[in-house]
């Protein structure tokens, strides 16, 4: 198990969580916050970070996605598009201020993106994301304002064009943005995926709260 893993959360789903809900309060820009965030965490949690970023930015996956994702998931509280942000434009700037961090603790860093070891699990991801399709997208537009189109389609293009990984953590928070509520029976197989994920126990235990 490596450091990352020791994070509540970690990567591209943890720094979401930074922009949630009263990120302006912090005060300066969200280029800023996004700044701090490199430079105050540790270099494994930037190198986490790194990946995710990476990975997503030079897939497949089309630019609406990603915004899509990001918005979503910060309920709207740091909206890509109504920032001025592109979705791959925010990514790139993620990498290039993640690689500036890590070249610091070592001139010689290279940014590398490691082979997949999670892609048997995709269908398993695929399957968790239908299932919460419907609801998802009814809680979605009970959101009224906050409501962002798109989200369990730009799901499974993660899972299947990027990682599955990232796709379930991204799915969590997804979830928490816009419901549904989940059963006993889907909170156990998300705590079984935590485990195949090699995620400390506290990853998914934070998303009990879902189960009605």
Request: hydrophobic share 45%; net charge negative.
């Amino acid at each position: 198990m490596t450091e990352r893993y020791r994070e509540l959360d970690f990567g591209l789903s943890n720094l979401i969580r930074t922009f949630q809900q009263g990120w302006r309060e912090r005060g300066g820009s969200d280029l800023d916050l996004l700044r701090a965030y490199a430079v105050g965490n540790p270099p494994e949690v930037v190198q986490a970070l790194l990946v995710d970023a990476l990975r997503l930015a030079d897939s497949a996956v089309p630019t609406w996605a990603i915004e899509a994702l990001w918005s979503a998931a910060t309920d709207r509280c740091h909206d890509l598009a109504a920032e001025g942000w592109e979705g791959r434009d925010w990514l790139r700037q993620i990498v290039e201020l993640c690689q500036e961090r890590l070249l610091k603790e070592d001139p010689t860093y290279r940014a590398s993106v490691p082979r997949d070891a999670y892609a048997h699990l995709t269908g398993a991801v695929l399957d968790e994301i239908m299932l919460v399709s419907t609801g998802m997208l009814a809680g979605a537009l009970r959101a009224n304002w906050h409501y962002v189109p798109g989200v369990v389609p730009a799901l499974n293009l993660v899972a299947t064009q990027v990682s599955c990984e990232l796709a379930f953590r991204l799915l969590l928070l997804e979830l928490t943005a816009y419901g549904p509520g989940i059963t006993r029976a889907q909170y156990d197989r998300y705590v079984a995926l935590g485990a195949k994920f090699e995620y400390g126990e506290l990853l998914v235990e934070g998303y009990e709260h879902l189960v009605e």
